[in-house]
């Protein structure tokens, strides 16, 4: 696990790691929080290797058995390109992003429109195509 940074969220948001995705990390993997809110502590959480809170706010019908997080990517950047619902009064949830990393010498963009959902008061992450 990387050391929790003190400084600029991880995310791209304007507060610090602790305000934000620091936040969403101790509150159980999505507790009151929005669809973008857990997808923006999620690339967080591949930033900082937290692998447990990535499988914790996976749905249970689509999350592996386990994750193997691949410590030869730097993540460099997110973008919210779009969200659909998600908020306090909705159940179901989608976020598009692009995600920015380096892979060894490559520069490689992940872009992708994930659905979320509400369970139990908790977003989980369901799928990204």
Known sequence: MT?????????????????????????????????EALMRARYSAYVLGLGDFLLESWHPDTRPDRLAIDPGIEWLGLEIVDTAAGGALDNHGEVEFRARFRRGG????????????????RWLYLAGE
Do not use: I, Q
């Open 106 to 121: 490559e520069h490689l963009e992940l872009h992708e429109r994930s659905t979320f959902s509400r369970v139990a008061g």
């Open 3 to 35: 050391t929790l940074p003190d400084g600029p969220c991880p995310c791209g948001a304007p507060t610090s790691y602790e305000a934000h995705c620091g936040r969403v990390h101790r509150s159980g993997a999505g507790l009151g929080v929005t669809a």
